[in-house]
């Protein structure tokens, strides 16, 4: 794994979309004010190291209290527990022939990806066999809207959302600022 990757493990993301509603921010506006004059109380003696430490410190905690953390959306629904195990198992097969490239190891490799794969398949085959399920019950009892909902996503898959628009000269803005101000 690389450096910046085990960098994005390791920091905490913060739900900044609650920003947006005016009881959050005031109360991370109180919090951050307190956390603050309680650090002005505190010896300027200290090393400046120490002094970011305690800022990025109260930040964090206040943030987290008020905010709270950033879920991710689970893209592959079908996606649990017992596939992270067989991707751990995966995983390490694909270290063990690394630190051993016998043929033995190579096999064993090969093996665990057949099965893995083949597990994964099975798993997004029941998932799609339960949605089409669900269209079907949504189209018996009259369900339309679920049931063009449903469709849609299968039809369209994922669709990036494009925030970019011509302005009256026709270059193209992508900034939302200057969305707005058009």
């Known amino acids: 794994?690389?450096?910046?990757?085990a960098q994005r493990f390791d920091r905490q993301r913060f739900n900044l979309r609650k920003l947006n509603e005016l009881e959050v921010r005031k109360q991370y506006q109180i919090e951050i004010t307190n956390r603050f004059a309680a650090l002005e109380?505190?010896?300027?003696?200290?090393?400046?190291?120490r002094t970011w430490e305690n800022i990025k410190e109260n930040i964090q905690t206040s943030a987290k209290e008020s905010l709270g953390l950033h879920e991710l959306k689970q893209h592959k629904p079908w996606f649990d527990e017992e596939c992270l195990g067989f991707l751990d198992q995966r995983k390490h097969a694909k270290?063990?022939?690394?630190?051993?490239?016998?043929?033995?190891?190579?096999?064993?490799?090969?093996?665990?990806?057949?099965?893995?794969?083949?597990?994964?398949?099975?798993?997004?085959?029941?998932?799609?066999?339960?949605?089409?399920?669900?269209?079907?019950?949504n189209s018996k009892i009259k369900n339309i809207r679920d049931l063009y909902r449903g469709i849609n996503d299968f039809k369209k898959g994922y669709q990036?959302?494009?925030?970019?628009v011509k302005d009256e000269k026709g270059d193209l803005v992508a900034d939302s600022h200057s969305i707005v101000a058009r």
Do not use: W
């Open 1 to 5: 794994m690389g450096k910046q990757a």
């Open 41 to 49: 109380n505190l010896n300027d003696d200290e090393d400046i190291n």
């Open 95 to 137: 270290m063990q022939r690394m630190q051993d490239p016998s043929q033995k190891n190579v096999d064993n490799l090969n093996n665990v990806r057949r099965e893995v794969s083949r597990h994964f398949r099975n798993r997004k085959k029941a998932y799609l066999r339960a949605k089409i399920e669900e269209l079907g019950t």
């Open 160 to 164: 990036p959302r494009c925030n970019i």
